[in-house]
């Protein structure tokens, strides 16, 4: 069983950084490709990153690249992830959440809603201008 559980969000300005995290808190021995998603109010989740369960490769959406690092801990925790997001942006403002994939297409990191399996219940991102 997977259970995926967010958490780091918060209200930041403008410039600042935040790390999120997301803790496969089931038991599972599976190792997932992992993603990150975001919603604001009155718009459709969309992607943010993803890397795939070996931890390569990985893919981000144009708006963050540079900015966010998503990377993971493949040891005992196999399905924790991290989303690293610099030099925020009020834009950034959407709930954040984490997604796992069962998949083992190899050297594959799912971008697309409907290829994941598993979601956490999501953290809160807020930038202020």
């Known amino acids: 069983q997977v259970k995926l559980v967010e958490s780091g969000g918060g209200l930041v300005q403008a410039g600042a950084s935040l790390r999120l995290s997301c803790v496969d808190s089931?038991?599972?021995?599976?190792?997932?490709?992992m993603g990150w998603f975001r919603q604001s109010p009155g718009k459709e989740r969309e992607f943010v990153a993803a890397?795939?369960?070996?931890?390569?490769?990985?893919?981000?959406t144009e708006a963050v690249k540079g900015r966010f690092t998503i990377s993971r801990e493949n040891a005992n925790a196999k399905n924790t992830v991290y989303l690293q997001m610099n030099t925020l942006k009020p834009e950034d403002t959407a709930i954040y959440y984490c997604a796992g994939d069962r998949s083992r297409v190899p050297n594959y990191a799912p971008m697309r809603l409907y290829e994941y399996d598993y979601w956490g219940q999501g953290t809160q991102v807020t930038v202020s201008p």
């Open positions: 089931g038991r599972t021995n599976s190792v997932l490709n």
């Open positions: 890397i795939g369960w070996r931890g390569e490769p990985t893919h981000y």
